[in-house]
Every structure is written in structure tokens, then in C-alpha cells.
T-cell receptor, first 113, second 114 residues
Framework: AQSVSQHNHHVILSEAASLELGCNYS??????LFWYVQYPGQHLQLLLK??????LVKGIKGFEAEFIKSKFSFNLRKPSVQWSDTAEYFC???????????FGSGTRLQVQP | DAGITQSPRHKVTETGTPVTLRCHQT?????MYWYRQDPGHGLRLIHY???????DKGEVSDGYSVSRSKTEDFLLTLESATSSQTSVYFC?????????????FGDGTRLSIL
């Protein structure tokens, strides 16, 4: 079975700091990878996705992620965070058999003004 | 936002009672999913559906059943609720379930079992 690891459980940054959240997956074949964000009290929203092509993926709100196949990684980055980026971030991989997502445990990001 | 409505949004019930959660979509998507969200676990797949009357189990399906009699509705039933099923439940939909068509999520149902 596929698995996703997010090693940073809680990250605290000051506004304007750079962000990198780690995501590692276990599956060795073709992968479809996602980052979702969940603002307090809200549902999950898609930040960005990778399914083929350029391994550097740009998403909404200035986020980007790089797919590095040799490292089984799909880390999320943002050069300068804002207070409004305070949220929980989930990395996920698509189980192509079930066509369902396998999620990591999430990273709670707290941005201090 | 995708047309997904979950009901109820909040429910408190007692151990041993049956509970049914409803997910309704207006997008005519083929795939529907139920996940539960618990601290430290992210979201975990309970059951999913790939068409009317076509359902299958996810990784945490014990104690849950589902039904899909119409494209737009996917019901999750806890036959006899237990305290371990206290969680936030999210429904998601996808048109073809493929990587270039990501899932869209509903607003969630917060279920407390006392």
C-alpha cells in the first residue's frame, strides 16, 4: 500500500519567512501528487498537483512544489509567508487502483505577524 | 466551489445508535468518497464509489457501510456508533478519479459520539 510521510507536524514562522514543508511517498511507480490546504474550520482546498511533465509545479497563492523522483519527495515551498497562510497542509498521493487519495498526517503552519 | 453538500454539519449522538451521513453533489461526477479526519492521522479513506451501486472499502471501513442509489447521493451509515467513530467526516467527488482531475471536498460533518 502507498504511504505518505510529512515529518514536520507543527511549524511556526514569522511573516516574510520562507517556507518548505517536507513530503515523502512510498510508491515507486507513476505517481500523482497533491498538496491541499485546510484553513481553520474549512474544507480542504487544492493548492497544486503533479501528474506529469515539469517537476516544478506552481499552484495558487504563490506556492510551488518540486517532484524529485530519486528522493520520493514532493516538498511544498513559498518564498515569503503571510499571516493568512496559517492553516494545515496535507500532502497526498493518488491510489490509481481505487482512484482515491492517501494523505499524510498533515503539517500545521502558524505564521506570526 | 464544487457543488457538494454534506448533511448534517454537526451531530451529537449516543453510543449504540445508528447514524447516517449524506453527501449530495450537483456535478454529476462518477467517483464519490468518504474520508474521516482525526488529529495526527490526516484523512483516511472509509469507502468509495465508482458509480451507482458500485462501492468498495477503504482503509478504515470497519463499522461503516455505504450506499449509492443515485449518482448525486452517497450515504455513509454507522450501524451502531462507537466513541472511536467520533471524528470529522468529509465527502469528496471526482469526475474520472484521475491525477489531472483532483478531488473536491465538502465542508465536513462533525460527529460526536458520547
Amino acid at each position: 500500500a502507498q504511504s505518505v510521510s510529512q515529518h514536520n507536524h507543527h511549524v511556526i514562522l514569522s511573516e516574510a519567512a520562507s517556507l518548505e514543508l517536507g513530503c515523502n511517498y512510498s510508491y515507486g511507480g507513476t505517481v500523482n501528487l497533491f498538496w491541499y490546504v485546510q484553513y481553520p474550520g474549512q474544507h480542504l482546498q487544492l493548492l497544486l498537483k503533479y501528474f506529469s511533465g515539469d517537476p516544478l509545479v506552481k499552484g495558487i497563492k504563490g506556492f510551488e512544489a518540486e517532484f524529485i523522483k530519486s528522493k520520493f519527495s514532493f516538498n511544498l515551498r513559498k518564498p515569503s509567508v503571510q499571516w493568512s497562510d496559517t492553516a494545515e497542509y496535507f500532502c497526498a498521493v493518488l491510489d490509481t487502483g481505487r482512484r482515491a487519495l492517501t494523505f499524510g498526517s498533515g503539517t500545521r503552519l502558524q505564521v506570526q505577524p | 466551489d464544487a457543488g457538494i453538500t454534506q448533511s448534517p454539519r454537526h451531530k451529537v449522538t449516543e453510543t449504540g445508535t445508528p447514524v447516517t451521513l449524506r453527501c449530495h453533489q450537483t456535478e454529476n461526477h462518477r467517483y464519490m468518497y468518504w474520508y474521516r479526519q482525526d488529529p495526527g492521522h490526516g484523512l483516511r479513506l472509509i469507502h468509495y464509489s465508482y458509480g451507482v451501486k458500485d462501492t468498495d472499502k477503504g482503509e478504515v471501513s470497519d463499522g461503516y457501510s455505504v450506499s449509492r442509489s443515485k449518482t448525486e447521493d452517497f450515504l455513509l451509515t454507522l450501524e451502531s456508533a462507537t466513541s472511536s467513530q467520533t471524528s470529522v467526516y468529509f465527502c469528496a467527488i471526482s469526475d474520472r478519479g484521475e491525477g489531472n482531475q483532483p478531488q473536491h471536498f465538502g465542508d465536513g460533518t462533525r460527529l460526536s459520539i458520547l
